[in-house]
T-cell receptor, first 113, second 115 residues
Framework: DTAVSQTPKYLVTQMGNDKSIKCEQN?????MYWYKQDSKKFLKIMFS???????INETVPNRFSPKSPDKAHLNLHINSLELGDSAVYFC????????????FGPGTRLTVT | AQKVTQAQTEISVVEKEDVTLDCVYE???????LFWYKQPPSGELVFLIR??????QNEISGRYSWNFQKSTSSFNFTITASQVVDSAVYFC????????????FGAGTRLAVHP
């Protein structure tokens, strides 16, 4: 069984479009995250949610809006996509933020043309 | 600012060599957690180890071992008798309390193991 899943795996779109990435975890964890990995492999947290409540909101443009309908799901919606948004986006989950290991989804490679 | 440094950008070894990946971090916390992750060429992020700061015993798991030195804020990772399948980018990531215990990932060390 897949622990943390993301869809789609690849996303190619044009500048200005709006897109969403979905994430689901079946580990029963309370906390979920979104990370962005750039072309140099630098990995940075964007958001974290604990039981549907936003905990971390890094300095991410307002065009990025996470939504957590329940603690097993954390989706990422991006408005007005820009070239600089091209990256790999990882969803992750853990039980307690900062104490427990995080389990990552397979990643979504977003390419904005 | 609390940060983590993985000074080795790339390491290239021949199979069966031992290799150590360095990690040095800054933190104002007295207790904290540290993690290592592996990212193979396929792209997924794989959890390797979690260490809490109040346990300074070194840990060994098969060919992998970790040396934690709280006094020097280092958490180094050694692979013994490396194999081609160990080729990956390895990330060290301390959890920092000043940021709601978020993980701060180092820049990663790319390890290439050649046959």
């Amino acid at each position: 069984d897949t622990a943390v899943s993301q869809t789609p795996k690849y996303l190619v779109t044009q500048m200005g479009n709006d897109k969403s990435i979905k994430c689901e975890q079946n580990l029963g964890h309370d906390t979920m995250y979104w990370y962005k990995q750039d072309s140099k492999k630098f990995l940075k947290i964007m958001f974290s949610y604990n039981n549907k409540e936003l905990i971390i909101n890094e300095t991410v443009p307002n065009r990025f809006s996470p939504k957590s309908p329940d603690k097993a799901h954390l989706n990422l919606h991006i408005n007005s996509l820009e070239l600089g948004d091209s990256a790999v986006y990882f969803c992750a989950s853990s039980q307690v933020q900062g104490r427990d290991e995080q389990y990552f989804g397979p990643g979504t490679r977003l390419t904005v043309t | 600012a609390q940060k983590v440094t993985q000074a080795q950008t790339e390491i290239s070894v021949v199979e069966k060599e031992d290799v150590t990946l360095d990690c040095v971090y800054e933190t104002r916390d007295t207790t904290y957690y540290l993690f290592w992750y592996k990212q193979p060429p396929s792209g997924e992020l794989v959890f390797l180890i979690r260490r809490n700061s109040f346990d300074e015993q070194n840990e060994i798991s098969g060919r992998y071992s970790w040396n934690f030195q709280k006094s020097t804020s280092s958490f180094n990772f050694t692979i013994t008798a490396s194999q081609v399948v160990d080729s990956a980018v390895y990330f060290c990531a301390p959890a920092v309390s000043g940021g709601y215990n978020k993980l701060i990932f180092g820049a990663g060390t790319r390890l290439a193991v050649h046959p």
